[in-house]
Nanobody, 127 residues
Framework: QVQLVESGGGLVQTGGSLRLSCTAS????????LGWFRQAPGKEREFVAAISRSGTKTDYADSVLGRLTISRDNAKNTVYLQMNNLKPEDTAVYYC????????????????????WGQGTQVTVSS
């Protein structure tokens, strides 16, 4: 398993941008599928975005499509979530997750598919 640490959260106004980072320790980052999830107060954790081991395939929740972009840099053991045109409903704790896979093109949308999780970073969007 990898150990994951998120950063980059904060307070931003509606329409603003943030870039979240998730840096991994351990030697399996490059062989892992990665994902971002979020959990708002009083709500269940929900899928946001995923990227395949190869980095060539991505998947997004409908609510963030066109505004959020997931990417990865295996040389830096880091996955990013670029967040543009933020809305108050994006307010949540954001978590990154990783799962080793032999499949270069698999993207995972369910949280029970992932083996490793970060501690989360708070994103607050003010109206």
């Amino acid at each position: 398993q990898v150990q994951l640490v998120e950063s980059g959260g904060g307070l931003v106004q509606t329409g603003g941008s943030l870039r979240l980072s998730c840096t991994a320790s351990g030697r399996t980052f490059g062989t892992s599928a990665l994902g971002w999830f979020r959990q708002a107060p009083g709500k269940e954790r929900e899928f946001v975005a995923a990227i395949s081991r190869s980095g060539t395939k991505t998947d997004y929740a409908d609510s963030v499509l066109g505004r959020l972009t997931i990417s990865r840099d295996n040389a830096k053991n880091t996955v990013y979530l670029q967040m543009n045109n933020l809305k108050p409903e994006d307010t949540a704790v954001y978590y990154c997750a990783a799962k080793f896979t032999f499949n270069y093109y698999e993207v995972m949308r369910r949280d029970d598919q992932y083996a490793s999780w970060g501690q989360g970073t708070q994103v607050t969007v003010s109206s």
